[in-house]
């Protein structure tokens, strides 16, 4: 007796297989992160992310061009100041690392790709946290958000396209689109880190953006234990107006993934995270595992569950593999 269901018909060739992919991988969904650094005369190796750098505003500039002829979906700045104070605000400050490097980007890419900015101030204060601290030391979410309101409305006028508020405090999306709404940037669209977990994943990032942190992030980031929370934080988002909505980081949580993109109705990103770049190139460096099949597998998991937009540390090169 032959089998009559034969699944691997459909597997016989390289062709067959591409004509009835269900999940595809282009340069449009991926998403680069960047890191630029106050005060550096040349681009800055970040040891435990093997081949990203802190940029220089020129480096950036490049990076950026290169990204945008990749065809990539966007690019995300992140800040490194060379100052930071308890309140963050070389965050706020239109002369701050963060604000003129958008504005560099702007200059050498226009509206080719989209920029996006982080919109936090974990990067801009002296203690390392999200927030604001209260006189017990704990982060205080209301008095960060008027902060998170003026930090991205500074963002805007440097000319992002997209602010992403990833600092977990209740309340922030709504804030920001007030905010950006009565600065006249009602076309500056707020993608929010909805669900981020309490990662150990966020590791490299730490060493990325020389971070002063002490302790951890658990009042504020989620127990990596819940995903149902994951929905309800990304239903408050979008009715505080979200364009559209994260999940931090990606491969261990392609569950939460897949409910967030199964119960809304905007585009949904994931964040393939320093420590998912870090550990895959440590493998790859030992031989261990094939560089390219590796990472264009995890991409295409990760959209798979769910992910209209990844943004990976890998975005550039990746895109050289990708169809477009
Ligand atoms: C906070 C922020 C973090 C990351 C992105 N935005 C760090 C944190 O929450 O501790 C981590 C990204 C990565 O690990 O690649 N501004």
Redesign the pocket.
């Known amino acids: 007796m032959f089998p009559t269901d034969r699944p691997r018909r459909l597997r016989a060739t390289p062709g067959m297989r591409r004509l009835v992919a269900e999940t595809d991988v282009r340069p449009r969904h991926l998403v680069l992160?960047v890191f630029v650094a106050e005060g550096l005369d040349a681009p800055r190796p970040i040891t435990s992310m093997p081949g990203v750098v802190q940029h220089t505003r020129d480096s950036l500039r490049k990076a950026a061009a290169e990204a945008a002829a990749a065809g990539l979906g966007g690019i995300m700045l992140?800040g490194v100041p060379s100052r930071r104070d308890a309140v963050g605000s070389g965050g706020t400050n239109p002369e701050g690392i963060l604000n003129v490097a958008l504005r560099d980007v702007r200059a050498e890419v226009g509206d080719a790709v989209p920029v996006m900015a982080?919109t936090?101030l974990?990067?801009f204060t002296d203690h390392g946290h999200?927030g604001v601290l209260d006189d017990e030391g704990r982060v205080d979410n209301d008095a960060t958000l008027p902060i998170y309101g003026q930090m991205a409305v500074a963002q805007a006028d440097a000319g992002a396209h997209v602010v992403a508020p990833?600092?977990m405090m209740d309340g922030q999306v709504g804030v920001i689109r007030s905010a950006l709404d009565e600065a006249g940037h009602r076309d500056t669209a707020i993608l929010a880190?909805s669900a981020?977990y309490a990662s150990a994943?966020?590791?490299?990032?730490?060493e990325?953006?020389d971070?002063q942190?002490q302790g951890d992030?658990r009042t504020y980031?989620q127990d990596p234990a819940n995903a149902r929370e994951a929905a309800r934080e990304a239903a408050l988002d979008l009715d505080e107006g979200a364009d559209m909505v994260m999940v931090?980081?990606a491969m261990a949580y392609l569950d939460v993934l897949r409910r967030v993109a199964d119960s809304s109705d905007v585009p949904v990103a994931a964040?393939q995270?320093?420590?998912e770049?870090a550990m895959i190139s440590a493998a790859v460096e030992r031989g261990w595992l094939d560089r390219e099949r590796t990472i264009v597998e995890t991409l295409t998991g990760i959209r798979r569950a769910g992910a209209d937009i990844v943004l990976t540390?890998w975005a550039t090169e990746a895109a050289a593999w990708l169809d477009r």
Do not use: H, I, N, T
């Open positions: 992160p992140f982080d936090c974990d990067e999200c990833s600092g880190y981020k994943f966020y590791g490299p990032f730490r990325a953006v971070s942190l992030r980031q931090k980081p964040y995270v320093s420590g770049y540390y």
